[in-house]
């Protein structure tokens, strides 16, 4: 095969942004749930609701790094079968 369907570096970005969505997420939520400890309805509602939505980011984000890996080793299982 001559060009690569998924770069390295696609990869790399795929898996920082997994990484940096957990840490916000935990982040998020963690900052909600003190806000509704010390009776601050309204600020851990909006938490929540940023936290629902960062969720769903982190979804596709683990979706799409699965695929590119599934596309990778498949690219890869290719590139070994054609060398003799």
């Known amino acids: 095969m001559t060009g690569r369907l998924i770069s390295q570096q696609t990869l790399v970005i795929l898996v920082v942004a997994t990484v940096v969505l957990v840490i916000a997420l935990a982040a998020v939520l963690a900052l909600g749930a003190i806000l509704g400890a010390m ?44 060398q003799p």
């Open 39 to 82: 009776g601050d309805e309204s600020g851990s509602a909006v938490l929540r609701w940023i936290g629902a939505g960062l969720g769903i980011v982190f979804a596709v984000d683990v979706l799409c790094l699965i695929l590119a890996l599934a596309i990778h080793a498949v690219e890869r299982f290719n590139d070994s079968a054609d």
